[in-house]
């Protein structure tokens, strides 16, 4: 199973930007999926979640500015992001719960967590 995050890049202060997380593979099924980010020199840190069902969470410092979906179909997760500011500039991560099959062909429904690889955004002016 593999990640590919994509959709980071540069925005001034105020703007907006949509990453894009699609998960490839033998994929039986996905559990939640969510975003991290990481400062340089920091702990990676929770930003979003969204559950099979499509219930969602939020940190505390996203206030309404972020929109975390997912295309089951596509087995992509986005994260919408607005309203950005320079305290956003990180390195994003996506991370999906994803059941194989060869986990499922043994009669379990494990997840595994998988990451991407992570997508840069920068806000600045």
């Known amino acids: 199973v593999q990640l590919q995050a994509s959709g980071g890049g540069l925005v001034q202060p105020g703007g907006s930007l949509r990453l894009s997380c699609q998960a490839s593979?033998?994929?039986?099924?996905?559990?939640?999926m969510g975003w991290y980010r990481q400062f340089p020199g920091k702990e990676r840190e929770w930003v979003a979640s969204?559950?099979?069902?499509?219930?969602?969470n939020y940190a505390e410092f996203v206030q309404g500015r972020f929109t975390i979906s997912r295309d089951n179909a596509k087995k992509t997760v986005y994260l919408q992001m607005s309203s950005l500011n320079a305290e956003d500039t990180a390195v994003y991560y996506c991370k999906q719960a994803v059941v194989e099959w060869t986990t499922y062909n043994r009669g379990s429904y494990r997840p595994v967590d998988f990451w991407g690889q992570g997508t840069q955004v920068t806000v600045s002016s």
């Open positions: 969204i559950s099979a069902g499509g219930a969602t």
């Open positions: 593979g033998s994929i039986f099924m996905i559990n939640d």
